[in-house]
């Protein structure tokens, strides 16, 4: 029986980190524990390029279009809605995380969900760095192993190049 297992090693593509600069005291720390996690395991800052979109209603666009570009291997998304006084954070939450899981379908790239979606600053700070740990730190895990397990069956199309661009 075959057993197929996403590594933790950045393969020789490129790989996109979109974030979001609307709560950006939360969005930073996310990006560091992003950034951090790809370096400790192979990928070189030249192959990272972080892209900076206003809000996270804006991710799902942004992630759509880096994923069909042909340039990325994988899609980070970091964000981070808190919930306010009336139910606005819910429709972000929804139309965020949908965005993000059509662009990974309809692309076959893997899209990696980083967007923190709390109750309040405090859970965010505790997901950002704080004693939950850090949630862009998983999404950049899961984008480092879902580009090795697409790179490691192909399913009969070609991952984005690895050439430099």
Same mark, same amino acid.
């Given at each position: 029986?075959?057993?197929?297992?996403?590594?933790?090693?950045?393969?020789?593509?490129?790989?996109?980190?979109?974030?979001?600069?609307?709560?950006?005291?939360?969005?930073?720390?996310?990006?560091?524990?992003?950034?951090?996690?790809?370096?400790?395991?192979?990928?070189?800052?030249?192959?990272?390029?972080?892209?900076?979109?206003?809000?996270?209603?804006?991710?799902? !666009?942004?992630?759509?279009?880096?994923?069909?570009?042909?340039?990325?291997?994988?899609?980070?998304?970091?964000?981070?809605?808190?919930?306010?006084?009336?139910?606005?954070?819910?429709?972000?939450?929804?139309?965020?995380?949908?965005?993000?899981?059509?662009?990974?379908?309809?692309?076959?790239?893997?899209?990696?969900?980083?967007?923190?979606?709390?109750?309040?600053?405090?859970?965010?700070?505790?997901?950002?760095?704080?004693?939950?740990?850090?949630?862009?730190?998983?999404?950049?895990?899961?984008?480092?192993?879902?580009?090795? !397990?697409?790179?490691? !069956?192909?399913?009969?199309?070609?991952?984005?190049?690895?050439?430099?661009?």
């Amino acid at each position: 029986m075959a057993r197929f297992e996403g590594e933790l090693a950045a393969g020789a593509g490129r790989i996109a980190i979109v974030v979001s600069r609307y709560n950006d005291f939360v969005t930073n720390r996310l990006l560091e524990g992003t950034q951090e996690t790809l370096r400790k395991n192979g990928q070189s800052e030249d192959r990272i390029d972080v892209i900076w979109v206003p809000g996270a209603f804006e991710i799902s !666009l942004m992630a759509w279009e880096t994923a069909r570009s042909g340039r990325y291997v994988a899609v980070i998304c970091l964000g981070a809605v808190i919930r306010g006084e009336t139910s606005h954070d819910q429709h972000i939450n929804r139309a965020v995380g949908m965005g993000i899981a059509e662009a990974s379908w309809t692309t076959g790239v893997p899209v990696s969900f980083g967007v923190l979606t709390c109750d309040s600053v405090e859970q965010a700070l505790h997901r950002a760095g704080g004693n939950a740990g850090n949630k862009g730190e998983e999404a950049a895990e899961a984008a480092l192993r879902m580009a090795d !397990l697409l790179r490691q !069956l192909s399913f009969g199309h070609q991952p984005a190049s690895t050439t430099s661009s």
